[in-house]
């Protein structure tokens, strides 16, 4: 099953500053019938204008991955971290017990990335916080592993069973993924277009899927962001 989601679909959050498309029930959007996609419960799709962005805010017993399409996202914590991230880089927080934290557009151009929110096996953990910065050659024509369960070998990892892969595919490529029965996938197509199997998914719009043998071929260029997880039965 590949079950199309179109980004017109998704609910629209405009805030002046802000303007998001939420994937699943968040904030101001309650939909009973929309809460999570296995273990994953938040996905935002997020443009940010220059000189604004969240101020300080906690969070906790979540896993966050944020993934910056464009421009420059600068980070800020209650544990003295602070840096700017730009496209491509990958920032993790596992919230935990407890964390408080700012994400600013302190450039001249609007921000845009994926923010996603994972469920974590545990409560209560040690709250933890990283980025890893990547080039295009990390994920050109190639699926980049760039999370997966703790005690893998990939750079974020994630206090859950799942793993994320992100990749930029050119005219005339495609990249081939395969499921097991008991795994499931989220897909969301951040730039351009691609033909799953034979469903094309426009710029901005997602995918759930339980098929087992994949293709992804860009009708001329995509930029694709993967969550595979358990299978919820």
Not at 175 to 182: D, Q
């Amino acid at each position: 099953m590949i079950r199309r989601i179109p980004y017109e679909s998704l609910y629209p959050a405009q805030h002046g500053w802000l303007t998001s498309r939420f994937h699943f029930s968040f904030a101001e959007y309650r939909n009973p019938d929309n809460i999570r996609y296995g273990v994953l419960r938040v996905m935002n799709d997020d443009i940010i204008a220059p000189g604004t962005g969240f101020g300080m805010h906690p969070h906790d017993d979540m896993e966050i991955i944020t993934y910056v399409i464009s421009g420059a996202l600068t980070h800020e914590d209650g544990m003295g971290h602070r840096e700017t991230l730009g496209r491509g880089d990958v920032q993790y927080m596992s919230a935990g017990t407890g964390i408080v934290h700012s994400e600013k557009n302190e450039g001249g151009e609007p921000v845009h990335l994926i923010q996603t929110w994972i469920l974590p096996r545990t409560k209560n953990l040690q709250p933890r916080y990283g980025s890893v910065r990547f080039g295009k050659a990390d994920r050109r024509n190639r699926w980049l592993h760039f999370a997966g369960p703790d005690g893998g070998d990939t750079p974020v990892q994630l206090h859950q069973d799942a793993n994320m892969y992100g990749a930029e595919l050119e005219e005339g490529m495609s990249l081939a993924f395969e499921l097991t029965e008991e795994r499931q996938l989220y897909v969301k197509v951040m730039e351009g277009s691609v033909i799953l199997n034979d469903i094309i998914l426009y710029q901005g719009d997602a995918a759930e899927v339980t098929e087992r043998d994949l293709r992804f071929s860009p009708r001329d260029y995509a930029h694709l962001l993967l969550i595979e997880m358990e299978r919820d039965f």
